[in-house]
Nanobody, 122 residues
Framework: QVQLVESGGGLVQAGGSLRLSCAASGSILSINAMGWYRQAPGRQRELVATITSGGVTNYADSVKGRFTISRDNAKNTVYLQMNSLKPEDTGVYYC????????????????WGQGTQVTVSS
């Protein structure tokens, strides 16, 4: 089993910054892709950014140029630096880990963290 624990959410004024962290634990040999998704009240969960173990990144158009995703493969941790935050960035941010290879070489898919609240006031 793999557990994902997010941290770093909170309340910030528009234009401010926050840094989210997500640490994966368990019997992990490698994680192919890690990412961040968010869900605003009354809306579907949407992709924010993803990053592969090789460092290839993908961003939602709405956050390009403002958010930066990074990861530390040795620590099985992914980060999301969020700058120039806007009220529309408000939501619960979820960490995701996909295609996880365990130390016994079993591959499993699509793990989620419990979410961390980000609130941006205008």
């Amino acid at each position: 089993q793999v557990q994902l624990v997010e941290s770093g959410g909170g309340l910030v004024q528009a234009g401010g910054s926050l840094r989210l962290s997500c640490a994966a634990s368990g019997s992990i040999l490698s994680i192919n892709a890690m990412g961040w998704y968010r869900q605003a009240p009354g809306r579907q969960r949407e992709l924010v950014a993803t990053i592969t173990s090789g460092g290839v990144t993908n961003y939602a158009d709405s956050v390009k140029g403002r958010f930066t995703i990074s990861r530390d493969n040795a620590k099985n941790t992914v980060y999301l630096q969020m700058n120039s935050l806007k009220p529309e960035d408000t939501g619960v941010y979820y960490c995701n880990a996909d295609r996880v290879r365990s130390r016994s070489l079993v591959i499993s898919y699509n793990y989620w963290g419990q979410g961390t609240q980000v609130t941006v006031s205008s």
